[in-house]
C-alpha cells in the first residue's frame, strides 16, 4: 500500500508539473523559483537534455512544482540531489 501511495503521490506532482508548465507556456511568466531551479538543473550531471536521469522528471515541469520544504529551505520530493 505504501508504495502505490508513493506512486500515486509521484503521478499527481508530474500531472502539476505538466499543468503548471503549460500555464506558463501560455502566460510566458515562469515563476521566479522556477527560473532559478532550471538554472541550478542546466548544471547537473544528471540533466541528460531537459530529462533528470537520477529521477526521470521532464526538468522544464519539475522546476516548476510548489513542492513541500524543509527546514533549510530544500524541496522534500523535488530535486533528488537535494540541490534546490
Do not use: Q
Amino acid at each position: 500500500m505504501k508504495r502505490f501511495n508513493l506512486f500515486i503521490k509521484k503521478l499527481l506532482y508530474i500531472l502539476y508539473g505538466y499543468y503548471k508548465l503549460i500555464i506558463t507556456s501560455i502566460t510566458r511568466t515562469p515563476s521566479k523559483f522556477a527560473l532559478e531551479r532550471l538554472k541550478i538543473c542546466n548544471t547537473c550531471k544528471y540533466n541528460k537534455h531537459g530529462i533528470c536521469s537520477k529521477c526521470g522528471c521532464l526538468l522544464k515541469a519539475k522546476v516548476e512544482v510548489d513542492f513541500i520544504l524543509d527546514k533549510n529551505g530544500i524541496s522534500i520530493d523535488g530535486c533528488p540531489e537535494k540541490k534546490w
